[in-house]
């Protein structure tokens, strides 16, 4: 009975770990969605600061790199956490799986079938 609450605890950590990591990745989605559109006003610009879209484009790719990184990170954690433990910590495992699916879903444009 022990080792079951220990397991339950670990999920909950999971499940708040991937959480975080879905944040962070909708934050860094947010962050290169303006980048764009930065670098497309500028783009439209008679006369374009070619300095500033240099650093938008540099920007842009890096925070590109981030947000597959975290994506990666998510899709381990999901899968190292919640393949095997669901069954541990309800009998209602497949519902809380479900529910945990659609937060990370609602949550980020990264998806959990990945």
């Given amino acids: 009975m022990r080792a079951r609450k220990i397991r ?4 909950e950590a999971g499940l708040q770990l991937v959480t975080s990591l879905v944040h962070i990745a909708k934050v860094k989605a947010d962050t290169r969605d303006l980048k764009q559109r930065q ?4 783009g439209r610009k008679k006369r374009p600061n070619v300095s ?5 484009k540099e920007a842009l790719a890096h925070t590109q790199v981030r947000i597959q990184s975290v994506e990666s990170m ?4 999901f899968n190292k956490n919640f393949t095997h433990r669901f069954r541990d910590v309800d009998p209602g495992g497949a519902v809380q799986v479900a529910s945990i699916k659609t937060r990370v879903e609602r949550a980020s444009t990264f ?4």
């Fill in 8 to 11: 339950v605890a670990a999920t």
């Fill in 39 to 42: 670098l497309d006003a500028e």
């Fill in 52 to 56: 500033m879209m240099k650093d938008l």
């Fill in 74 to 77: 998510i899709k381990d954690s």
């Fill in 111 to 114: 998806s959990a079938r990945n």
